[in-house]
């Protein structure tokens, strides 16, 4: 008996201690499954799991896990070390070493997680919390802007959910994301394909593993001094934003095809900008890539502005120079003279005809003849620091006597080494070497301001510039410019934007920040209905960006002609719009008296093969004086009417994104195209020394694979000697040794000799018609398959002058036509 009570006994307190032990058991793993994939954090906070439903595939990398939420205090993160989830309140604990606790709100949005730092105590050591880096195996497509990462089948993806949480990770006290530096310099290497690859952002990362995707947000309470823009010491003023609290993401996971569907969810749900384009969202509306033409026009001539786009089939124009100053934005007199009501009634005519216009900015850029400079100097413009007067000065010193030289002896992206004192702004030419601390050869009263006498003790502030020899705005002046911006849009019904120059906002000390935020005043404040309407784009990229902008668009015509002019980029462009889900844009290109049917035609099919439009910089006079003007606004609206159309299959795309092939597009009828493969080569007679009599003509092959046509081909001088005028007299070509060509003229460096497969034509350098060469027994024939090519004349002037002929054959038209 007492041996079955006391075994009963011990029963009864195993069960009491194994209950008790139960009630101080740590918290289990919390799993939150959305539409598509399943989330799992371990008990300490970290990420450790990221499965796709549909598959059970499992994205976290093995041996890889990331805290939810880190804190940055001093350069150093500290990790979660607990847990506790409420599924009734939707709240996370993270307790951390150092007595730290965070209180994140957790909701499960269906198609996404919605993470939200809603307290942390105590929090005025912490310097920024850091959303991940959480790991993913996807390395096939790292959208590091946008942050998604995809693998053609599947993409998982982070999204600020405000702009105070920034994308990617705080690599830099100023906030500079570090891929605009690799944006500058052209390439990055991606660590896990050791390919070089054109990244701009880190929001999404690679890997060794795969990729991670990352955000932060932080602590501005005070005033900081960073390393900002080449200046070693920079002051980044104290920002209130809240500082890291209410810092918000969204994390989420879908198949390759959902993936834009679920980030415009996000953007709808959680009040991020989402602009539609004709009530079509711009990320999905092939109109969000539409093509334009840039030109310089005003009241006067804005009909001819009109007619030229018309022709050309597109739908905006845009002037690339508006503005008499920057940062009023007062229009030029002689094209506005009635300031912005003139940019109005341009607006109206165009839109009378079916056309939008939009124009060109340099963001917070400010002239030095603005009135935020001249003749009393705003004090917000921008400062890279303080000191103070050390001794009194009247109006006619050249030296000034600084406290301290820290922020006035920097002199990288030093422009204009400009100071402000009181009202007065003054140029200096360098600092002395030592102390006492001296502005030398002072220029008094710099860009028409007052040169006044001030008193030892007032502040003197070093002015923040740009090489653009402008001067740039702090926080409050640039949040001024940005509605200034706004107003004229509302104003005037302007539909388009480029917000140039962005990296001026850097001035704010506020780094990436600042720029978005430039960008979101200017957003916020327009009217409604032009929310929508207003095509907007960049040269600098961001998280935040992606929502508010309908594009990027990059790729500059002054270097070189179409083919050469920064093409390697140009195409290195389209693989950063395809991984971050952005539509296509292959930059700016130049139509000048000059640029030939054929550049343009080659420049087309790269935008139909890449579904990217493009922009034309050109002038109302360029176009008027070019020969061939009708047919080459004809072929744009031709090429860019079935782009948009969708006519290309995906296969004929790959062919058209080959820079080294050719092609000819024309209609046929309504919504009907033929494209014709062109098959190119281009042969050079060279000046050769010969024995007396011995031929100097030069022999060419050509390799012709379609079928017997018309000779085509254009024929020109290459440059030879500076100065030094070069012709070739008499030019004679002869094909397959039976029938020749006598071109009786002189071929002037300047001139073109153009075969249509119709008639040689002279041409001027502006493709205007001098003279057309009879042609007795009419065009030769090009065989299929081998034929010889004989170029002969005679040289004259410099030695170096060469012929450069390109021969073209028309393959077989395919019809395509409208989806």
């Not at 107003?487 to 720029?515: K, M, P, V």
Request: aromatic letters at 10%; a neutral charge; hydrophobic letters at 40%.
């Amino acid at each position: 008996m007492t041996s079955l009570l006391s075994y009963t006994y011990r029963i009864a307190l195993f069960a009491v201690l194994l209950a008790g032990l139960s009630a101080f058991r740590a918290p289990a793993p919390t799993v939150f499954t959305t539409d598509y994939l399943r989330f799992s954090f371990d008990r300490s906070g970290h990420l450790y799991s990221l499965m796709d439903k549909a598959t059970a595939r499992e994205y976290v990398p093995k041996g890889e896990s990331a805290p939810l939420l880190s804190l940055m205090k001093d350069s150093v993160a500290i990790k979660p070390s607990s847990m506790e989830y409420s599924a009734g309140k939707k709240r996370i604990i993270l307790r951390y070493p150092g007595g730290y606790t965070a209180t994140v709100a957790a909701e499960n949005k269906g198609s996404y997680l919605r993470f939200e730092l809603l307290s942390l105590t105590p929090r005025n050591d912490i310097k920024l919390v850091l959303w991940g880096p959480y790991p993913t195996t996807i390395r096939e497509q790292i959208g590091e802007t946008v942050g998604v990462v995809h693998d053609g089948s599947f993409g998982i993806g982070i999204q600020a959910l405000n702009i105070k949480t920034l994308g990617g990770y705080p690599t830099y006290e100023n906030d500079i994301d570090p891929a605009y530096d690799i944006f500058q310099t052209g390439s990055l290497v991606d660590v896990a394909s050791d390919q070089k690859v054109l990244y701009r952002g880190q929001t999404a990362k690679p890997a060794s593993f795969g990729s991670v995707i990352q955000a932060y947000c932080r602590n501005r309470f005070s005033d900081r001094v960073i390393a900002n823009w080449e200046h070693p010491k920079y002051v980044a003023p104290a920002f209130k934003d809240g500082g890291v609290i209410g810092s918000k993401i969204a994390l989420w996971g879908a198949p390759e095809a959902e993936l834009l569907t679920v980030i415009g969810k996000i953007e709808l749900a959680e009040g991020l900008p989402h602009p539609m384009i004709d009530g079509v969202w711009g990320k999905q509306n092939p109109a969000a890539s539409a093509s334009y033409l840039i030109m310089d026009f005003g009241e006067e001539n804005v009909s001819q502005a009109i007619a030229l786009t018309q022709k050309a089939g597109l739908r905006y124009f845009y002037h690339g120079g508006p503005f008499e100053n920057w940062g009023h934005f007062q229009l030029k007199k002689r094209e506005f003279p009635n300031n912005w009501a003139s940019m109005r009634a341009c607006v109206e005519k165009a839109e009378a005809a079916g056309l939008r216009v939009g124009l060109h900015t340099l963001s917070n850029f400010i002239t030095t003849n603005d009135p935020y400079v001249t003749p009393v100097p705003d004090q917000r413009l921008a400062k890279v620091g303080r000191s103070v007067l050390a001794a009194p000065v009247d109006e006619k010193a050249t030296q000034l006597v600084i406290q301290s030289p820290e922020f006035f002896n920097q002199m990288k992206n030093n422009n204009l080494k400009a100071v402000m004192v009181g009202k007065e702004i003054i140029r200096y030419r360098a600092v002395s070497e030592s102390a006492p601390w001296t502005l030398l050869d002072c220029t008094r009263g710099a860009f028409k301001t007052s040169p006044q006498p001030h008193q030892a003790g007032d502040t003197i502030s070093k002015l923040m510039d740009h090489g653009y020899q402008v001067f740039l705005a702090d926080y409050a002046l640039q949040t001024e410019m940005a509605s200034t911006l706004a107003r004229l849009y509302n104003e005037t019904g302007l539909r388009q934007i480029s917000f140039d120059g962005l990296e001026g906002c850097w001035a704010t000390g506020l780094g990436q920040y600042g720029l978005q935020l430039f960008v979101k005043t200017w957003y916020d404040q327009l009217k409604p209905e032009l929310k929508g309407a207003v095509i907007n784009d960049a040269s600098t990229p961001g998280h935040y960006f992606w929502h508010t902008f309908t594009r990027m668009n990059w790729g500059e015509p002054w270097y070189a002609g179409f083919r050469e002019s920064q093409t390697q980029y140009r195409l290195k462009n389209q693989d950063y719009f395809r991984r971050n889900l952005m539509p296509g844009m292959l930059g700016w290109f130049s139509i000048g008296p000059g640029t030939s049917l054929e550049d343009l035609e080659w420049m087309l099919a790269r935008s139909a093969g890449f579904d990217a439009g493009f922009g034309l910089a050109t002038s109302i006079d360029a176009l008027q004086k070019h020969g061939f003007s009708e047919t080459l606004l004809t072929t744009i609206r031709t090429w860019e009417t079935a782009r948009l159309s969708g006519a290309f299959s995906a296969e004929q795309k790959v062919q058209l994104r080959d820079i080294n092939r050719e092609f000819h597009l024309e209609n046929t009828a309504e919504g009907s195209w033929l494209l014709t493969p062109v098959h190119q080569a281009y042969l050079v007679h060279e000046q050769k020394v010969r024995q007396p009599g011995e031929p100097v003509a030069s022999t060419f092959e050509f390799n012709n694979p379609n079928a017997e046509q018309a000779l085509r081909f254009t024929l020109q001088l290459t440059s030879g000697e500076k100065g030094v005028r070069s012709t070739l007299d008499n030019p004679v070509i002869e094909i397959n040794s039976h029938h020749r060509i006598e071109l009786p003229f002189t071929l002037e460096e300047s001139q073109i000799v153009q075969c249509d497969g119709k008639a040689i034509n002279l041409l001027d350098k502006q493709w205007q018609v001098l003279k057309t060469v009879p042609l007795a027994g009419g065009l030769p024939k090009l065989n299929n398959g081998l034929n010889t090519i004989r170029l002969d004349g005679n040289f004259q002037g410099s030695k170096a002058t060469t012929a450069k002929m390109e021969i073209r054959s028309l393959g077989e038209p395919v019809v395509i036509k409208k989806r």
